[in-house]
């Protein structure tokens, strides 16, 4: 009789953790890419039914392709390398568990206006590492409240893929004389990973705005920019150019831009755009975190100091 009874405890128990496994995998939702086959889209299509798309029958990026994605840049970090410009002017689609979530466009370089929706820069190695699927944020699908539970986001959440990454924020802008300003910004760690980004008080400020104009304002209608930024081209960012930032960890720089034809006074709509690294594939993974990668734009109002 107690045979009996352990037996049927057993396959209560191997029930039980069936059950617990089905529910694990329901849990999960594998997050992949498929490029949308040829003649369906024009380059400008905003407007997309994506249930009525004919996609390839294979992903262009496979769910175990992925190892993170970053929110605060909008970027999928890779564990292979893909190749981008074969696709320039193609489109794409994110499906989650066979759900399509939106749709995209591989929107090439050379082109003189902006995207109507996510993109992708397919001039490979140009901008991004081959194994880093950034999604420009030119589009209205990115806009609006960024924090917000997307079928996205909650599909990053499912699938343990999603980082917050790092928030960036412009805080001070002061007039240093008639064309030069000195701007404030701080570099915030909202993810659980150390996360190394440039620091332009180690690459100098001509390194900096070599890869970032720095700051510009506007009022009254009235835009201002430098007439000629003063930068250092080089070709590599060095190690030593990054600053490690802890979970939870601030960075605060001030960064003097020169050049302006004229600085008004009183209140300004300040803009900045905080650049991510690039550098060859492979490299954004470390020891003890990951480089950003990506570019953080900010609007702000305020005070000329």
Same mark, same amino acid.
């Given at each position: 009789?107690?045979?009996?009874?352990?037996?049927?405890?057993?396959?209560?128990?191997?029930?039980?953790?069936?059950?617990?496994?089905? @529910? /694990?995998?329901?849990?999960?939702?594998?997050?992949?890419?498929?490029?949308? +086959?040829?003649?369906?889209?024009?380059?400008?299509?905003?407007?997309?039914?994506?249930?009525?798309?004919?996609?390839?029958?294979?992903?262009? *990026?496979?769910?175990?392709?992925?190892?993170? =994605?970053?929110?605060?840049? %909008?970027?999928?970090?890779?564990?292979?390398?893909?190749?981008?410009?074969? =696709?320039?002017? /193609? %489109?794409?689609?994110?499906?989650?568990?066979?759900?399509?979530?939106?749709?995209? *466009?591989?929107?090439?370089?050379?082109?003189?206006?902006?995207?109507?929706?996510?993109?992708?820069?397919?001039?490979?190695?140009?901008?991004? &590492?081959?194994?880093?699927?950034?999604?420009?944020?030119?589009? %209205?699908?990115?806009?609006?409240? &960024?924090?917000?539970?997307?079928?996205?986001? +909650?599909?990053?959440?499912?699938?343990?893929?999603? /980082?917050?990454?790092?928030?960036?924020?412009?805080?001070?802008?002061?007039?240093?004389?008639?064309?030069?300003?000195?701007?404030?910004?701080?570099?915030?760690?909202?993810?659980?990973?150390?996360?190394?980004?440039?620091? &332009?008080? +180690?690459?100098?400020?001509?390194?900096?705005? @070599?890869?970032?104009?720095?700051?510009?304002?506007?009022?009254?209608?009235?835009?201002?920019?430098?007439?000629?930024?003063? =930068?250092?081209?080089?070709?590599?960012?060095?190690?030593?150019?990054?600053?490690?930032?802890?979970?939870?960890?601030?960075?605060?720089?001030? *960064?003097?831009?020169?050049?302006?034809?004229?600085?008004?006074?009183?209140?300004? +709509?300040?803009?900045?755009?905080?650049?991510?690294?690039?550098?060859?594939?492979?490299?954004?993974?470390?020891?003890?975190? /990951?480089?950003?990668?990506?570019? @953080?734009?900010?609007?702000?109002?305020?005070?000329?100091?």
């Amino acid at each position: 009789m107690k045979t009996i009874s352990y037996f049927f405890v057993l396959v209560f128990l191997t029930s039980c953790l069936g059950d617990i496994e089905i @529910y /694990r995998n329901n849990l999960q939702s594998d997050i992949e890419i498929y490029i949308v +086959k040829e003649g369906q889209l024009t380059l400008y299509d905003a407007d997309v039914d994506l249930n009525s798309l004919k996609l390839e029958s294979q992903p262009w *990026v496979k769910s175990s392709e992925i190892e993170l =994605y970053d929110w605060s840049s %909008h970027t999928f970090f890779l564990n292979t390398e893909k190749v981008k410009s074969k =696709y320039s002017s /193609r %489109h794409f689609v994110v499906v989650s568990a066979e759900k399509r979530l939106f749709a995209g *466009v591989f929107f090439p370089l050379y082109m003189s206006s902006f995207p109507q929706l996510p993109s992708i820069s397919p001039e490979d190695g140009l901008f991004y &590492p081959n194994n880093v699927i950034h999604f420009g944020q030119l589009g %209205h699908q990115f806009t609006g409240n &960024p924090d917000g539970l997307t079928e996205f986001k +909650k599909a990053l959440i499912s699938a343990d893929l999603l /980082r917050e990454g790092i928030k960036v924020e412009l805080t001070r802008v002061k007039k240093k004389n008639q064309t030069t300003i000195e701007y404030t910004f701080q570099v915030t760690n909202i993810d659980k990973e150390n996360i190394y980004v440039l620091d &332009p008080d +180690k690459m100098g400020a001509s390194r900096f705005h @070599y890869v970032t104009n720095g700051a510009w304002f506007s009022k009254d209608n009235t835009y201002y920019f430098p007439n000629q930024i003063n =930068y250092t081209a080089f070709e590599k960012v060095q190690d030593s150019w990054y600053f490690k930032l802890n979970p939870g960890e601030k960075m605060t720089r001030n *960064v003097e831009l020169s050049n302006f034809p004229s600085i008004p006074a009183g209140k300004v +709509k300040c803009s900045f755009s905080f650049p991510g690294s690039n550098m060859k594939s492979g490299k954004w993974k470390k020891s003890d975190g /990951r480089i950003w990668i990506g570019d @953080y734009f900010i609007e702000k109002e305020l005070e000329m100091e």
